[in-house]
Nanobody, 119 residues
Framework: QVQLVESGGGLVQPGGSLRLSCAAS????????MGWFRQAPGKESEFVAA????????YYADSVKGRFTISRDSAKNTVRLQMNSLKPEDTAVYSC????????????WGQGTQVTVSS
């Protein structure tokens, strides 16, 4: 069974930065894509960013382009999300996601970590 462990959430002022990390662990598995979703209070979950393991391609939601950067440590099956110029509307629970079976979508989800942007 594959598990995801997230870290790095917290409280930050508008304009500040945070870095989230997510480590995948478990018995032998393949990593096709890792990424992040977020869900703000009263809103649906939305895609934030993703990284394709085979070639390192990255994808971002329009709302975070130019401010967030997703990166990986392949040896550790870890993905990070560097979040800069944070805005109050970035406040949400951020969940790490993983695809171990190929195709589209994600079959493993993390518990989530709270990010709060407030003065």
């Amino acid at each position: 069974q594959v598990q995801l462990v997230e870290s790095g959430g917290g409280l930050v002022q508008p304009g500040g930065s945070l870095r989230l990390s997510c480590a995948a662990s478990g018995r032998t598995f393949s990593v096709y894509t890792m990424g992040w979703f977020r869900q703000a209070p009263g809103k649906e979950s939305e895609f934030v960013a993703a990284l394709t393991w085979s070639d390192g391609s990255t994808y971002y939601a329009d709302s975070v382009k130019g401010r967030f950067t997703i990166s990986r440590d392949s040896a550790k099956n870890t993905v990070r999300l560097q979040m800069n110029s944070l805005k109050p509307e970035d406040t949400a629970v951020y969940s790490c996601v993983l695809n171990t079976i190929g195709g589209v979508g994600y079959n493993v989800w993390g518990q989530g970590t709270q990010v709060t942007v407030s003065s």
